[in-house]
């Protein structure tokens, strides 16, 4: 087909007048398609992130009365920090929490303990002091989070996990952090507790939230806070 008015020449399916040479449905459909994902997450994370675009980021919000900043827990053992987290989320060792989405995480030390290969303690994480201070901002995270976010991410072993993981920010005064995020992973048909984090630089919000944004808002957002 020849259009006079542009001299454009065309390919038309027979008996179709041009304009009209589309799949009805598949235009329709295209709306519905999300745009493709822009922002970073971990290499170890499998598929794509739902939604594909970050939504916008929790704004912070005053703790709880129940918790808050614990600096006399900065130096302290991890059974200290263990049990200052315990006390505001209400579980201790072994016990279980039900989480927002109504999963069931099973509480436990290992949130602030390195492990070998075949799960034996081997001691506290190495920049515990850095967590230490916030083990009752960390409990609040867990226990009323921002987010929930569910993903799959692949081991070293070649295989791959379930990962839950739960961020909130907080309003903690000037010059405090603001982003916290804890990790639960699935072990046969349980969830248990692999880390409790306050990424990033205390002074730089905006680098704590690209290390929250990277490392802990992927896969599949399944719940957020109203």
């Keep these: 087909y020849r259009n006079r008015r542009t001299g454009e020449t065309m390919q038309v399916p027979f008996g179709i007048d041009p304009g009209f040479d589309y799949n009805v449905g598949q235009a329709r459909m ?29 704004r912070p919000r005053k703790p709880p009365f129940d918790a808050a900043l614990r600096p006399d827990l900065d130096g302290g053992d991890g059974q200290a920090v263990f049990d200052a987290f315990s006390k505001v989320l209400g579980r201790g060792e072994g016990e279980v929490f039900i989480d927002r989405a109504q999963v069931p995480l099973v509480i436990g030390r290992g949130l602030f303990q390195r492990k070998d290969a075949a799960g034996a303690f081997v001691g506290d994480k190495a920049n515990l002091a850095q967590r230490a201070p916030y083990a009752e901002i960390l409990a609040a995270t867990l226990r009323d989070p921002a987010e929930i976010w569910h993903s799959v991410q692949a081991t070293l072993d070649g295989g791959s996990v379930f990962v839950r993981s739960y961020v909130a920010a907080w309003d903690l005064g000037a010059g405090e952090r603001q982003w916290f995020f804890l990790t639960f992973t699935d072990r046969g048909g349980w969830w248990f507790g692999s880390t409790a984090f306050a990424p990033g630089e205390i002074d730089k919000p905006a680098r704590q939230l690209s290390r929250t944004d990277i490392g802990a808002r992927v896969g599949a957002l399944v719940y957020r806070r109203k």
């Design 30 to 58: 295209a709306n519905f398609v999300p745009p493709p994902a822009t922002e970073r997450q971990r290499e170890q994370v499998i598929g794509g992130r739902t939604p594909a675009a970050l939504p916008p980021p929790p």
